[in-house]
């Protein structure tokens, strides 16, 4: 096949558009800058997203070039059919449940990413551990999407995939990099208005070719091959309800959905967004179907492909692009290509963003650089960029071990992720201590139920493990179970540490994490919270206190109250006011001085 000339040109003026659209957002961002900080300008764009700019982009993120293409995969594999395609109603009850129970805590109390509760509640170290897998997985997915654009160009334009993998990722780089979220949301409109017309129009000719077959009828009759709609068998069903919970609660701690969430300008818009954009990847998917089922349905003696047919051949996973380019005209085959790119961007400049501002803000300022200033957190995260979209790109031309790895990472942050996350959020004094031993439990688990991709065989054969052509196949939901014991054990162990050193069973020396300090409660009467110049102080104040670890004078009140967990805003000292007799405690502020917002903890002093 010679080389594809007018598709050639055509995908590169698409790419120059995306790229113009990317600076010229970048430009536009950089006006707004001087009204908040800069690193949270580039990663949650300021919090005062538009609500349709905001609505596209996290549509946009979902709606991958994995997306689009493992659609029409699953719906072709005799094996499989529509039956197993469980992303489109996966996301959209992922992003309900978001909707409903995630995402008014976090965006109600301004964190910047996701792993600012974790680090919060467990400490930078532990931050640090939990921050792995999404990271890997970050990677890994960018790297899946890039390997899928440069297969499909191998077949509609006949140049090597090298090349396409190599532009893309330069492009998504630029353009992420002088922007941040405001460059990809605005490209993200842009690729999802192209990936809907581009599919749709291609639909009509790829079912009218004359080598399709009516999908109607294929659909529960076998003419080519199996049926499409396909059928899960009984010793299946444990596998199949294991990938679909992972999809359902697997898509929720992903830094890629909250970016988009925590830069609406409101809760209530923050839920809107989530809960549309679960109905906007549900009907993005409509056209992946269809084309899935065209590809079942035709006789490919009668096209210039040929026989043996695709799955024979092994080309399955490039079913969408083999029937954009054999059963389509040529001028549409290359609108379809365009759709591809365009999915395949909109996803890869999310995960290279997620990526970036995870490290730079909470990794690189919260552990490395305590005292960064904004400016040198800013270059940290542009850094970041260059060399995870780097090392993305070059993971993709291993594919086939680039999706394995995609996919393990992924069931990595859904066994050791998500249950940290709920309990953070929704189970009130979990600790350290637990969140430590449920990643090492979680995570040994998952390593013993074995991986086939890497060659890893199962020590725990659960109920229904099986040997296929001489491969170990877990049927039984072990997923969702780790998940579940990951669960269990952070609770177990938080409250059973807390238990044996509240009463002294362990030394309170040995607690290494000061747990019981920071989950316990201070009672005092009143909380005055003053930003104070460094020699100003307060005459009516009994203590004017400090904001690292110090001593706070405290007793017996006219009217008692719990302070806990209380969130104040540009401290430089705090100042509180007390009443009756007076004994010593202690009060434990996790922030910075002077920083933009912090959190006091206290703990019970018995009174005399």
């Excluded at 996919?407 to 066994?415: K, M, N, P, Q, R």
Aim: charged share 10%; net charge neutral; hydrophobic share 50%.
């Amino acid at each position: 096949m010679a080389l594809n000339i007018p598709g050639l040109v055509a995908l590169i003026v698409f790419y120059a558009m995306t790229f113009a659209i990317g600076i010229w957002a970048s430009w536009k961002s950089k006006r707004d800058w001087k009204k908040g900080k800069p690193s949270e300008m580039i990663i949650v764009g300021g919090r005062n997203m538009n609500f349709f700019i905001g609505l596209f982009t996290a549509t946009a993120t979902w709606v991958g070039g994995v997306y689009i293409n493992g659609t029409a995969e699953t719906v072709y594999l005799p094996t499989r059919g529509l039956v197993w395609v469980q992303a489109p109603i996966g996301f959209v009850l992922s992003l309900v449940i978001g909707g409903l129970f995630f995402v008014n805590p976090m965006r109600s109390k301004n964190y910047v990413t996701m792993m600012d509760p974790l680090q919060e509640t467990y400490g930078n170290m532990i931050g640090s551990l939990l921050f792995i897998p999404p990271l890997i997985g970050d990677i890994f997915w960018f790297a899946a999407i890039l390997a899928s654009l440069g297969a499909t160009m191998r077949v509609i334009l006949d140049i090597g995939g090298y090349l396409a993998i190599i532009i893309s990722a330069c492009t998504v780089i630029l353009y992420t990099l002088l922007g941040g979220l405001y460059s990809v949301a605005y490209t993200d409109v842009i690729q999802l208005i192209f990936i809907m017309l581009s599919l749709w129009i291609c639909v009509p000719f790829a079912l009218l070719n004359s080598a399709t077959e009516n999908i109607y009828h294929t659909a529960a009759q076998e003419s080519y091959q199996a049926p499409w709609i396909g059928q899960v068998q009984t010793e299946y069903l444990g596998r199949w309800l294991d990938d679909f919970l992972y999809l359902v609660l697997g898509s929720i701690p992903w830094q890629i959905y909250f970016q988009r969430v925590l830069s609406a300008s409101s809760p209530r818009q923050a839920r809107l967004i989530s809960y549309l954009s679960g109905l906007g990847s549900f009907l993005m998917a409509i056209p992946s179907v269809l084309i899935g089922a065209v590809a079942a349905s035709t006789d490919w003696n009668q096209t210039s492909y040929g026989l043996p047919t695709p799955v024979e051949r092994g080309e399955s996973a490039m079913i969408l692009p083999l029937v954009l380019h054999y059963l389509c005209p040529t001028y549409i085959s290359i609108g379809g290509l365009g759709a591809i790119a365009a999915a395949v961007m909109s996803s890869a400049d999310s995960a290279l963003l997620s990526a970036s501002s995870m490290f730079a803000h909470n990794i690189y300022r919260k552990i490395f650089r305590k005292q960064a200033t904004e400016k040198e957190v800013v270059c940290i995260m542009r850094v970041s960029m260059v060399v995870f979209g780097t090392a993305a790109a070059g993971l993709a031309f291993y594919s086939h071990s680039v999706y394995d790895l995609w996919f393990l990472s992924g069931e990595l942050v859904y066994a050791l992720l998500f249950p940290q996350l709920c309990c953070v959020l929704f189970i009130s004094n979990t600790n350290t201590y637990g969140s430590a031993a449920g990643f090492l439990f979680g995570f040994l688990l998952r390593l013993l139920a074995g991986e086939p991709s890497l060659k890893i065989p199962p020590v725990i054969h659960y109920p229904g493990c099986s040997l296929v052509d001489g491969v170990y196949i877990q049927l039984f939901p072990f997923k969702t179970v780790t998940m579940l014991l990951t669960l269990g054990t952070i609770v177990t162990v938080s409250y059973l540490v807390a238990f044996l050193f509240k009463r002294n069973i362990l030394p309170r020396r040995w607690d290494v994490c000061s747990v019981i300090e920071e989950n316990s409660d201070l009672y005092l009467d009143q909380l005055f919270v003053y930003r104070f110049s460094e020699h100003q102080s307060d005459k009516d104040s009994s203590t004017l206190l400090r904001a690292y670890q110090i001593q706070v004078h405290f007793g017996q009140f006219q009217s008692q109250r719990t302070f806990k967990n209380s969130k104040f805003h540009d401290f430089s000292y705090l100042n509180l006011k007390f009443h009756g007799v007076v004994i010593i405690g202690v009060l434990n502020q996790q922030g910075v001085m002077g920083g933009s917002q912090g959190y006091c903890r206290g703990f019970e002093v018995p009174l005399p």
